[in-house]
Structures are given as C-alpha cells and as structure tokens.
C-alpha cells in the first residue's frame, strides 16, 4: 500500500483544523497516511493511525523519504502569520517552501488542495508564495479570494479553485429553519485582532444583549499556555456589564454543526464555525479578518463584516442578518460537490504517481482566472 506524508494545522486542538485531516484521510483509501502533527502521541493512539511530530523537521524528513507522495491538507499556508501565534511571521511559508523543495528533489509528487491564501505583507513573503506555487504539481485553492491574493503576489495564473476539504465530511441541510429561535453563538478566535479585540467585540455584542438577544461566547481553540479563544471570551466579559455564557468547544465540526442547528445565528471569527453553521442551514455573520471568511460568506449568501469596521457596523450586520434566511440547500451543496471533485482530482494525481498532468482527467474544477 502505498503511503502519503500529510501536512497541515493538525493536532493544535483546533476542531476545524482537525477535520481537515479527518476528510484527507477519509478521501484517501488506498493510501496508508501519515500524519505530521502536533500532538503525534494522541493521532497514533487515534485507531493506531500513523504519526509523526511537525515540530521535529527531521522527524518530518524522514517521513517524507519512506512516503510516496506530500499532501498539504487544507488551510491557509500562503499567509504571514499572527504575532499572536507565538510563530515568526514568515514560518509557516519558509516551511512548506522547504518541504516541497525536498519532496521534489526526491522525485515525490506535491499536492496542495483546498489551501488558501492570506495576508502577504512583505516582499519576502509573496517571493516565498509564487516559489511554493512554482513546486506543487497540483494546486487547488479554497476560494476566489486566494486566487486574488496569489495573482496579486506574482504567481502565475491561472488556478483550480474548489472548496475547504471539511465539506466533505458535512451533508446539505434537509431544511434550514430560518425561523429558529435559539441563541446568538459567537464562535471566537484570538487570532482576529490584537488588544482591541476584546473590547470591540463587546461593544458590538452589548447592544444584542440590550435588544434581549441570548448571546453566547464560544472558543474554538484552547492552548496550554498564553493568549487563546477562552482567555479571549473571559476578556470580552470583562468589558460588558454582566457576563455572557462561555460554552465548551466543539469535539469536532460535525459536533460544531449539530449545536448550531438550533442557534438562531452564529458570528463567526473562526472560518469552520462557518462551514459548521452552513450544514446546519443556520444564517450567520462573518467577522473577516481574512479573506476565506468574507469568501464563505458570499458563497452562502451570508453577510461579512470586515474587522477593520467599527464595532457599531457590526451590530447592525446581525440585526440584519437576524431577519433574513440562512444559507440554501443549493449553496451547501455546492461546497461539498467544489471539495468532493478537489478530492477527486488529488486521487488521479497520486495514482498517476505524479508523471501525468491529471488536469485533463476531471471535468470539474477548471482552471479559472483571479479575475
């Protein structure tokens, strides 16, 4: 059988990022997979799955040497990354350009699918993208914005553009209630701002609370030290009058999902909270401090609101939103087709062993301008 080296956010206790590798695993039957992780202990005693720690580059490389091809399952690798991840900004990039470079010096085929692209602030960093672009055989981004964000930066165009792998592990709502008459769940990240978060959040939220809305603050992400989602939701409640619910985190997206079900809306600062609140048919509003937030929210129908505005204009987006349905059936369903047929091409890939140029064997997902 043969065996992939798969790379991404894994094992950093975020559920979003955990279902990435639940849906690349799943998408890959014929493949024995080993998981570069965080917490490689806790993935190998997952189903005696294989393990290894993304934190040791030598532990990764040798890996890569007894694998037969490198898959970069999802998230947003082309990105400068946020002082508030503890991570020198550039990297995540440095890293992925570092192992591309090696698995194509060993003769390995390199897919990157359902990635996206953030902020690339410095020259460096977009030399760094259009290099990683430059040493994947296949690409497929998440979303248009990415596309936007790459051509911008230099990379050539044009690109394959599907969907977030986590769809594939979701099913289209059987009949979104847009009439629910459950909380307001604001699923949080500390990494959408920086100090000011806190206190613009909760301005925004003490106005909902006045109009005798249930709102409820949700972390996503839990560390075992510094600045995460809970240390983020005590902070909001201490800048409002009384405090608000903090609910646990979700076990997984499918968890996230069936919680939302009877939410009456969901703000989102986590991207999959809004992948989790679309299966479940629930309408929400997006804070967008990258662009894959505002890039869901338009595929869906839903509203973003950039974090750059202020606390008032957020607000009024979830009164809006409040009066208006949540994503259709025909929208979800979109998404999980884009991720299935991204699944699909990154099979022919790797059973062409990489020799074969695997663009004229799926239909679907054609190559598309940034435009």
Known sequence: MPTALLVGAFGQRNPGDDALGEAFR??????????????PGGAARDGGRLAVDSGSPAAVLGALRHSDALVVGGGTVFKTLHRGSGRRPLSLLTKAVALTAAARALGKPRAMVGVGAGVLESSMSRRLARTLVHQTDLLVLRDEESAEVLAEAGAPTPFRIGADAGWTLMDAPAAPDSQAAGPIVVALSFLAG???????????LAPLVEDGH????????????????????RAVNDHLPAPLEILDPPANLAAARDSFASASLVLGLRFHSLVAAGAAGTRFVALAHEPKLAGLAR???????????????LTRAVRHQLRRPGPSQEAVASQIAAAEESMDLLRVLLAAGGSDDPRAEIEGLPLRSAA
């Open 299 to 313: 595929r869906l129908g839903q509203v973003a609101v950039s974090v750059s505005e202020p606390s008032d204009a």
């Open 26 to 39: 799943a998408a890959l039957p014929g493949w024995r997979t080993v998981m570069a992780t965080g917490a």
């Open 194 to 204: 920086g100090p000011e978060l806190p206190a613009r959040l909760a301005a925004a």
């Open 214 to 233: 249930d709102v409820r603050l949700q972390p996503w992400q839990l560390l075992d030290r510094g600045l995460d989602d809970l240390s983020l939701a």
